[in-house]
């Protein structure tokens, strides 16, 4: 089998600052979804990662993580904003809340 991987090119998509506050939030969900699937696996808060024993450094909340871990998880959020826009759907705020 030989995968190739084709994502979306989303190099010409420009997210707008409010969207760019709501990748941020984005982010910080998809952290908590995977510590709560995690934590439900029975793993647990350890220095180091050791799958044996399903202790994981990253079993905190999200802004005590390390710059690097919250990168991964905005780069993901952030890429799938920018998918949702570059496949012709528009995002906006909640009814009632303008843009600033």
Known sequence: MSY???PFDTAN???PPDLTALGERLAENAHDNWASQRLAEGWRYGPQRHDARK????????GELPESEKAYD???AMETLKTIMALGYRILPPA?????
């Open 4 to 6: 190739q991987p084709k």
């Open 13 to 15: 998509v420009q997210l």
């Open 55 to 62: 202790e994981h450094p990253c079993l905190v909340p999200y």
């Open 74 to 76: 905005r780069r993901a």
């Open 96 to 100: 009632g809340e303008s843009d600033g």
